[in-house]
């Protein structure tokens, strides 16, 4: 077989060349058929994308109008529940204030004929008006904590505040530069020994004076604030008091209790129509969308199928003919000189007489190769 091969003339050579030739035609269609199918299988896959996204935001959307409006409705309803409830802090804030003012208009009565009576007092004695002052009593005749402790903090303030703070001026501004301790310390005393003059000169032409006076209106100034404690006491025990009955208020809990069960019933009825949305209606939006748009990705497929059905031919016809290449010239001539190249050139040599078997050719190739 292999003597006939090489006994042949430049007709085999013609039709290795001519298989070379088909499979690397093959070879280029199928690369290109290949790149075909990657961009056919890509669209096909953005297609399925693109129906899915039309599907689910179709489906969000519907559902979501749905929603928002039994929302409007429920919030135009809480709107009014909020309304109802302001009026009715309103109208409960006004009749407890008139209940205040009613339970503690006596006591205030009192306070306002104490305080009258102090100021008589103090003015038919010719007692300083500023005497009937808390600041007063406050430094004259303090009485309980709160009044201590005020006291001290006043006292701090105007023996050790008020002397340190002129100090410091005086050493930041005159004085900036050189020693001036004694006159300092000098400075504050003498400020101190102002402060308690002015002290004792306001207690000795007051209290002491006014003893009867003052200790009397001690007495009123506690039964004051006994009162203001009443007072403060029953307004906080009203404040506190959670039975809302005797403000005559019920015209307002029925109407919103009447809001929240007509705000339970949109809320219900929310809830029906999102179930029935995706029992029902939900599939017929799909079916609608897919029935809408699934022609033309079906035509996709089938031209998928198609450019698949010539993929596999091509490459049952380059398996074929790379067999018959291996089989029939492969084989005999090699694979170095099985390509359209060096099989044309063999070619030529025998086409200008220089051999006449393909076993001459080959050897006059080798003898120009060499």
Same mark, same amino acid.
């Given at each position: 077989?292999?003597?006939?091969?090489?006994?042949?003339?430049?007709?085999?050579?013609?039709?290795?060349?001519?298989?070379?030739?088909?499979?690397?035609?093959?070879?280029?269609?199928?690369?290109?058929?290949?790149?075909?199918?990657?961009?056919?299988?890509?669209?096909?896959?953005?297609?399925?994308?693109?129906?899915?996204?039309?599907?689910?935001?179709?489906?969000?959307?519907?559902?979501?109008?749905?929603?928002?409006?039994?929302?409007?409705?429920?919030?135009?309803?809480?709107?009014?529940?909020?309304?109802?409830?302001?009026?009715?802090?309103?109208?409960?804030?006004?009749?407890?204030?008139?209940?205040?003012?009613?339970?503690?208009?006596?006591?205030?009565?009192?306070?306002?004929?104490?305080?009258?009576?102090?100021?008589?007092?103090?003015?038919?004695?010719?007692?300083?008006?500023? /005497?009937?002052?808390?600041?007063?009593? /406050?430094?004259?005749?303090?009485?309980?904590?709160?009044?201590?402790?005020?006291?001290?903090?006043?006292? =701090?303030?105007?023996?050790?505040?008020?002397?340190?703070?002129?100090?410091?001026?005086?050493?930041?501004?005159?004085?900036?530069?050189?020693?001036?301790?004694?006159? /300092?310390?000098?400075?504050?005393?003498?400020?101190?020994?102002?402060?308690?003059?002015?002290?004792?000169?306001?207690?000795?032409?007051?209290?002491?004076?006014?003893?009867?006076?003052?200790?009397?209106?001690?007495?009123?100034?506690?039964?004051?604030? =006994?009162?203001?404690?009443?007072?403060? =006491?029953?307004?906080?025990?009203?404040?506190?008091?959670?039975?809302?009955?005797?403000?005559?208020?019920?015209?307002?809990?029925?109407?919103?209790?009447?809001?929240?069960?007509?705000?339970?019933?949109?809320?219900?009825?929310?809830?029906?129509?999102?179930?029935?949305?995706?029992?029902?209606?939900?599939?017929?939006?799909?079916?609608?969308?897919?029935?809408?748009?699934?022609?033309?990705?079906?035509?996709?497929?089938?031209?998928?199928?198609?450019?698949?059905?010539?993929?596999?031919?091509?490459?049952?016809?380059?398996?074929?003919?790379?067999?018959?290449?291996?089989?029939?010239?492969?084989?005999?001539?090699?694979?170095?000189? /099985?390509?359209?190249?060096?099989?044309?050139?063999?070619?030529?040599?025998?086409?200008?007489?220089?051999?006449?078997?393909?076993?001459?050719?080959?050897?006059?190739?080798?003898?120009?190769?060499?």
């Amino acid at each position: 077989m292999a003597d006939n091969v090489f006994a042949e003339n430049q007709d085999y050579l013609i039709k290795a060349r001519d298989t070379v030739n088909q499979i690397e035609d093959l070879r280029d269609d199928l690369d290109e058929m290949h790149m075909l199918q990657k961009k056919s299988a890509k669209a096909i896959a953005q297609e399925e994308k693109s129906i899915n996204d039309d599907i689910n935001n179709t489906l969000k959307k519907r559902k979501d109008q749905i929603a928002v409006s039994y929302d409007k409705q429920i919030d135009a309803n809480n709107s009014k529940i909020r309304q109802i409830q302001s009026k009715k802090d309103r109208k409960k804030n006004q009749r407890m204030e008139a209940r205040i003012e009613s339970e503690t208009a006596e006591l205030k009565e009192q306070n306002r004929q104490l305080k009258i009576e102090t100021k008589t007092l103090f003015k038919q004695n010719h007692v300083p008006g500023f /005497c009937n002052s808390g600041l007063y009593y /406050c430094l004259f005749s303090p009485k309980g904590m709160n009044e201590l402790f005020k006291l001290i903090l006043i006292l =701090a303030v105007c023996f050790v505040g008020i002397p340190g703070l002129v100090l410091v001026i005086l050493l930041h501004t005159a004085w900036k530069e050189g020693s001036h301790s004694t006159v /300092c310390i000098l400075i504050a005393a003498i400020i101190i020994i102002v402060e308690f003059i002015i002290y004792f000169v306001i207690f000795n032409n007051t209290k002491v004076r006014h003893r009867d006076s003052i200790a009397e209106g001690r007495k009123t100034r506690d039964k004051i604030r =006994a009162n203001e404690k009443a007072i403060k =006491a029953i307004k906080n025990s009203i404040t506190k008091d959670k039975d809302e009955s005797i403000y005559n208020l019920e015209k307002y809990d029925k109407k919103i209790k009447q809001l929240e069960r007509e705000g339970d019933g949109i809320s219900d009825q929310k809830k029906e129509a999102l179930k029935l949305f995706e029992k029902e209606t939900q599939q017929l939006i799909v079916d609608e969308i897919q029935g809408r748009r699934k022609p033309k990705l079906d035509k996709m497929r089938e031209e998928a199928k198609k450019l698949d059905a010539k993929v596999a031919d091509a490459e049952a016809r380059l398996s074929e003919l790379e067999i018959t290449m291996t089989n029939e010239y492969e084989t005999y001539l090699g694979k170095d000189f /099985c390509t359209e190249e060096r099989l044309s050139d063999l070619i030529s040599i025998m086409e200008e007489g220089s051999a006449s078997t393909v076993s001459d050719a080959i050897k006059v190739y080798k003898g120009d190769d060499r």
